[in-house]
């Protein structure tokens, strides 16, 4: 195997976290910023791109694969936590806001599934994050959420979270579902996908969804999520209305934030 073999184990419902079991030398990726804990032995350091063997063949290529990653609106950078110790040793990583992990046995996915490009979370060593070009005007201009998305590839371990519930969709050949943009989490790499217009003016200006679907056409699996975080956090938005420039409620817990983030 070209990726490392490590096992895991989720804690948790609605708030969870992944435990990673790493065996000495064993690796594991993630994004900055998602570790929750580890072992005093576990070893971390910053690498280009995701440390795996597609990135490699020098300098200029890591760096090169690591830019691309700037299009998905992460860093150059990813972090590697390494079990430089003895025996069996754990790090932990976790949802940045409410939703489920799901788990990617990326050896029984035909090494490969494409994802919204704020879905990775960790990932086995040696498995490549990417990006996936939708090459189709309709995608490139109107695919919102689903214009670039982040595929990947490998023979191990990965693990994408999704906000609210996670209902995942086998379609078989020709059989086609339409899903919000922001509400695809993840499909496999047979799945065709494209951007759809919603017809007719009323639906386009007052359905209140949006004027454009995303459409999956199998063979392949779809995973869904009840709730995409820029839904919940338009509701947040919307719900902590401002006067003026001053927010409304300053003896609430979301007027000490706004005055905390406006330096009062």
């Not at 990583?93 to 489920?100: C, L, R, T, V, W």
């Not at 990326?106 to 040696?126: P, V, W």
């Not at 214009?147 to 906000?163: P, R, T």
């Not at 579902?177 to 009323?202: P, Q």
Request: one cysteine or more; glycine letters at 16%.
């Amino acid at each position: 195997m070209s990726a490392h073999d490590i096992d895991y184990k989720l804690y948790g419902d609605d708030m969870q976290f992944v435990e990673i079991e790493l065996d000495p030398n064993e690796s594991v990726i993630a994004e900055a910023g998602a570790m929750m804990m580890m072992s005093s032995s576990i070893q971390m350091d910053t690498i280009f791109g995701d440390g795996s063997k597609q990135s490699g063949g020098g300098f200029m290529n890591k760096l090169f694969g690591a830019g691309k990653r700037i299009l998905t609106g992460e860093s150059l950078f990813m972090t590697v936590f390494t079990n430089g110790g003895h025996g069996k040793q754990h790090v932990s990583f976790a949802s940045p806001y409410p939703g489920k992990i799901i788990p990617m046995d990326l050896s029984e996915l035909d090494g490969k599934i494409i994802c919204q490009k704020d879905a990775f979370l960790c990932a086995a060593k040696g498995v490549s994050v990417g990006i996936d070009f939708k090459r189709k005007l309709g995608v490139g201009f109107f695919g919102g959420e689903g214009f670039i998305l982040q595929k990947l590839e490998g023979d191990g371990m990965a693990f994408v979270h999704a906000g609210g519930t996670i209902i995942k969709k086998n379609l078989m050949p020709g059989e086609t579902l339409k899903i919000d943009t922001g509400c695809l989490v993840a499909m496999t790499k047979d799945v065709h996908y494209d951007i759809e217009f919603v017809g007719g003016v009323k639906s386009a200006f007052f359905g209140g969804e949006g004027l454009f679907f995303a459409t999956v056409r199998g063979p392949g699996s779809v995973w869904v999520q009840s709730l995409p975080f820029s839904r919940l956090a338009d509701r947040i938005f919307a719900a902590a209305p401002q006067t003026a420039g001053k927010r409304v409620g300053e003896g609430s817990a979301l007027g000490l934030l706004g005055d905390i983030f406006d330096g009062e």
